[in-house]
């Protein structure tokens, strides 16, 4: 896509892997740019709904920040496999649960350097899988139930430092608040 007066001269993939960096030259208003862009598949992330009071999280240790954090079950889209697919395998996955999957909404998590676009599911009626899915190798996840009103005191305090995390339980509070309801942009 390309507004008015913003060229793309040129992509060049410098890595390319499962996630790709490019950097890209384009002329915007008569100068000429250059942007390192990371190419990512689109993901997804879901709020597991324990019941009208409570959510289930999951505790990861994150390599690249060098801790764990606190975040909605979440994974990248697989090649050929639908949002609400790849919703399904990565709760199953993260949490051992099924549910049913209800679109909450979508966005881009770092439109700046990064293509990746989110999918958010709420999950309902969840049922504890009989034999967990397995998670990838280099997860280390555990699962916490938390109680809505904790996870939107942790998202302000800085407990929950996860922006998708922070996002999603920040929408599903405003739902559950009756000020807004779903809309199916998915």
């Known amino acids: 896509m390309s507004e008015e007066g913003y060229n793309i001269i040129n992509r060049k993939i410098i890595h390319d892997g499962p996630v790709k960096l490019r950097i890209d030259s384009f002329v915007f208003r008569g100068k000429t740019f250059e942007k390192e862009v990371v190419e ?3 993901s997804v992330g ?3 709904k324990i019941s009208e009071e409570e959510i289930l ?3 990861q240790f ?12 979440a994974g990248k889209i697989e090649h050929n496999e639908l949002p609400h697919e790849a919703a399904k395998r990565e709760l199953a996955e993260e949490t051992g649960y099924s549910g049913i999957l209800q679109p909450l909404t979508k966005c881009f998590l770092a439109p700046s350097y990064d293509t990746e676009l989110m999918h958010f599911f709420i999950a309902c009626d969840l049922t ?3 034999q967990s899915s397995n998670m990838d190798e280099d997860e280390n996840i555990t699962t916490m139930n938390v109680k809505i009103k ?4 942790y998202c302000y305090d800085g407990t929950i430092t996860d922006c ?11 739902i559950l ?3 807004h309801k779903i809309i199916n942009n998915n």
Not at 150 to 153: H, Q, V, Y
């Open 40 to 42: 990512h598949s689109p």
């Open 46 to 48: 879901i709020i597991p």
């Open 57 to 59: 999280l999951i505790r």
């Open 62 to 73: 994150r390599h690249a920040v060098n801790r764990y954090l606190i975040e909605i079950p």
């Open 128 to 130: 504890k899988l009989k």
């Open 150 to 153: 904790d996870a939107i005191k």
């Open 164 to 174: 998708k995390t922070v996002s999603a339980i920040l929408l599903y509070y405003l």
């Open 177 to 179: 608040s009756g000020e």
